[in-house]
């Protein structure tokens, strides 16, 4: 199997991006909220705040602790940063600690604010074309993550109508923008929600391209694979180990090259692109009115 490079196509993404701001005449600013020191949330921080400033995006973070956040609090943050006018999006990093109301809380994000895309329905009915709309898109953010999927898949420059995918994950609700986004494309796709090992075995053997999400190290085997297959690896988890990268994904790569297909590798795949995509939708955000 041969590796998606996930940071060239971030790059091409980015450096796009970077012509479209310098043309806008003004600055995107990203306010992002973070809550607790979850490694792999402190990682895409940190990977978001430098790709923001490459292109020209004002990054602003606000950290709160875990030991003394609580919804209220956080919440009273997301309404000053959606009465201020210079903010052009509003993210809060996921997952956040124990106790706290994940969907109360990004509900709280004002609709044209919220570029992580977790409003899947127009914050405003899109006019008729060539009535002040003129791309015949509509006015609202899709999941950057999403996003990022659909662009991997279309990197192995293969036929997609008609092929056969199968998204494993934690739960429904992450899954949905990704399965909209690959159905429009004309891929017939099955979420398996908390799959266990006979699900990986039996929905991965039958797959054309696997989505994995699972936060479980190594957790999708060879014997898993059918010849062929595209695999698009979301997973990321930190690990101490000195005889392993700081952070792995839920695909074991062993043994791959000797079939035939794709994968996204870890890190270097989808995290890139995902941040690519998040910034595309703060500059689409900028441009709302």
């Not at 956080?74 to 006018?85: C, D, F, H, Y």
């Not at 609202?140 to 192995?156: D, M, T």
């Not at 794709?262 to 709302?288: D, E, H, R, W």
């Amino acid at each position: 199997m041969r590796k998606i490079n996930g940071k060239k196509i971030a790059n091409k993404i980015l450096a796009n991006l970077k012509r479209k701001i310098s043309n806008l005449g003004k600055k995107p600013d990203l306010a992002v909220i973070l809550v607790g020191d979850d490694p792999a949330s402190l990682l895409y921080i940190k990977n978001k705040k430098r790709a923001a400033e490459k292109i020209g995006v004002k990054f602003e973070l606000y950290s709160f602790g875990a030991d003394n956040a609580d919804d209220k609090k956080i919440m009273t943050q997301i309404k000053k940063l959606n009465r201020r006018k210079v903010i052009n999006g509003i993210i809060v990093q996921l997952p956040l600690p124990k106790g706290l109301n994940a969907d109360k809380i990004i509900s709280a994000i004002d609709p044209k604010k919220d570029v992580d895309g977790f409003h899947s329905h127009p914050f405003q009915p899109p006019p008729p074309v060539g009535r002040g709309r003129k791309d015949g898109g509509e006015r609202f953010l899709v999941s950057p993550v999403a996003q990022a999927v659909v662009k991997l898949i279309e990197a192995a420059k293969i036929k997609l109508r008609d092929k056969k995918a199968v998204l494993f994950v934690k739960s429904e609700i992450i899954a949905a923008p990704i399965k909209k986004m690959m159905e429009k494309k004309g891929i017939k796709v099955e979420i398996v929600a908390k799959p266990s090992l006979a699900d990986l075995k039996k929905y991965g053997r039958q797959s054309d391209i696997i989505v994995i999400a699972l936060g479980k190290p190594y957790i999708l085997k060879n014997e898993m694979i059918k010849n062929n297959a595209i695999i698009i690896d979301i997973g990321i988890t930190p690990t101490s180990s000195p005889y392993f990268r700081k952070f792995v994904g839920d695909l074991d790569s062993r043994g791959l090259e000797k079939k035939k297909g794709f994968y996204t590798p870890v890190p270097g795949g989808v995290g890139p692109v995902t941040v690519a995509m998040l910034l595309q939708n703060i500059v689409k955000a900028s441009q709302f009115k």
